[in-house]
């Protein structure tokens, strides 16, 4: 069974900075396609940011891009995501996935919630 547990999120001022982990378990975390999806108020969720664990290549979506860095300690089986120079519209609950494109995730973990005053 896949499990995804994220952790991290919290309240933090604009310009600052927070990093999310994901701790997985349940599939080959080496060989894998994941990532960190959002879902603000009233929205619907979108795409953060993707990472192929095997290779290490990233995506990451238009407004995030610069700011935010997806990572992973394969040892570890945990995908981490470095968010810095947080703005107000970055505040949304931040899932982890298996997929990384929203009609192919296979897997969500409970979510986290961030929240970027202004």
């Known amino acids: 069974e896949v499990q995804l547990v994220e952790s991290g999120g919290g309240l933090v001022q604009a310009g600052g900075s927070l990093r999310l982990s994901c701790a997985a378990s349940?599939?080959?975390?080496?060989?894998?396609?994941i990532g960190w999806f959002r879902q603000a108020p009233g929205k619907g969720r979108e795409g953060v940011s993707c990472i192929i664990t095997g290779d290490g290549t990233t995506h990451y979506e238009y407004a995030v891009k610069g700011r935010f860095t997806i990572s992973t300690d394969n040892a570890k089986n945990t995908m981490y995501l470095q968010m810095t120079n947080l703005k107000p519209e970055d505040t949304a609950i931040y899932y982890c996935?298996?997929?990384?494109?929203?009609?192919?995730?296979?897997?969500w973990g409970q979510g986290t919630q961030v929240t970027v005053s202004s």
């Open positions: 996935t298996v997929g990384c494109r929203l009609g192919y995730v296979t897997s």
């Open positions: 349940g599939f080959t975390f080496d060989d894998a396609t």
